[in-house]
T-cell receptor, first 110, second 115 residues
Framework: SQQGEEDPQALSIQEGENATMNCSYKTSINNLQWYRQNSGRGLVHLILIRSNEREKHSGRLRVTLDTSKKSSSLLITASRAADTASYFCATDEENNDMRFGAGTRLTVKP | NAGVMQNPRHLVRRRGQEARLRCSPMKGHSHVYWYRQLPEEGLKFMVYLQKENIIDESGMPKERFSAEFPKEGPSILRIQQVVRGDSAAYFC?????????????FGDGTRLSIL
């Protein structure tokens, strides 16, 4: 069963703008991860945030986690054309399996 | 190349044939996961294996699908008597440990097409 659900399904922005993607989930989690997938390729791990963390940064990426609302957001600042990809959140479950959402397809126009 | 290797990248089969998908995890990783992805969709978990053991196969159809991760060699996802609905991209990932909070490292997938 799917756990994380990303919103929006698709997002189109101009280069230089910020992109915000959201993820909601249903059950309690230990960790939440964000991945990127370029067309025709496998997923690449971006960032992991633990349930006791509220915010985490990595370069131009900022992830927040609100366990009371069971939601997370991924912010990409100063977007570039190379950021064009699908972005997925993944939540772990009690048996440590990960469940992925359907993803947000981000298009950054040069 | 120290990454996760999947082969073949593309596989074409006729209905009723068998498909074998191979995955070599990253060096030192003993935990392997298989996922299935349909176009424009997310990844659906299929099976989680540790060397010689199936830990969780709750996402794998009970019939026609099987997976193994032998002591030596790659992990294999096997689909018998393939049908058109099996057409998809199949991704393998590996992790260092099976505990939560470990990033998974993905291969570039096998795209299976059923004629």
């Amino acid at each position: 069963s799917q756990q994380g659900e990303e919103d929006p399904q698709a997002l189109s922005i101009q280069e230089g703008e910020n992109a915000t993607m959201n993820c909601s989930y249903k059950t309690s989690i230990n960790n939440l991860q964000w991945y990127r997938q370029n067309s025709g390729r496998g997923l690449v791990h971006l960032i992991l945030i633990r349930s006791n963390e509220r915010e985490k940064h990595s370069g131009r990426l900022r992830v927040t986690l609100d366990t009371s609302k069971k939601s997370s957001s991924l912010l990409i600042t100063a977007s570039r054309a190379a950021d064009t990809a699908s972005y997925f959140c993944a939540t772990d479950e009690e048996n440590n399996d990960m469940r992925f959402g359907a993803g947000t397809r981000l298009t950054v126009k040069p | 190349n120290a990454g996760v290797m999947q082969n073949p990248r593309h596989l074409v089969r006729r209905r009723g044939q068998e498909a074998r998908l191979r995955c070599s995890p990253m060096k030192g990783h003993s935990h392997v996961y298989w996922y299935r992805q349909l176009p424009e969709e997310g990844l659906k978990f299929m099976v989680y294996l540790q060397k010689e053991n199936i830990i969780d196969e709750s996402g794998m159809p009970k019939e026609r699908f099987s997976a193994e991760f032998p002591k030596e060699g790659p992990s294999i996802l096997r689909i018998q008597q393939v049908v058109r609905g099996d057409s998809a991209a199949y991704f393998c990932a590996s992790s260092l440990t099976g505990t939560g909070g470990q990033p998974q490292h993905f291969g570039d997938g096998t795209r299976l097409s059923i004629l």
